[in-house]
């Protein structure tokens, strides 16, 4: 999210998580990007209470359920190796 934010990449984050810790980054990419144009940066929380949880430094927090959250969750093991191949694919789209 930050390195998009310094590109220039991207108007709007959404950050899928209940982790407070993430609450520095959305400070700090509002912090990066208020002279060049703000980055709204918004959280969904999985959240099946009657109240509203909403996280400090976020825009907005989206409050969506736990199915919800199961039917989009990312299942892939980051500790995982990456096909080199795939590396390569992704570094070429960076460079346009």
């Known amino acids: 999210m930050?390195?998009?934010?310094?590109r220039?990449?991207?108007d709007v984050a959404v950050v899928v998580s209940s982790d407070?810790?993430?609450?520095?980054v959305a400070r700090m990419v509002h912090e990066m990007t208020r002279a060049t144009g703000r980055v709204s940066v918004e959280a969904a929380v999985v959240n099946d209470a009657r109240h509203?949880?909403?996280?400090?430094h976020y825009d907005f927090t989206h409050q969506i359920?736990?199915?919800d959250f199961e039917e989009c969750r990312d299942e892939f093991d980051y500790r995982r190796g990456l096909d080199p191949s795939m590396v390569r694919m992704f570094l070429l789209t960076l460079e346009d």
């Open 2 to 6: 930050v390195d998009l934010a310094q």
């Open 8 to 10: 220039g990449a991207m």
């Open 20 to 24: 407070t810790d993430l609450t520095e």
């Open 52 to 56: 509203a949880v909403l996280l400090e």
């Open 65 to 67: 359920r736990r199915n």
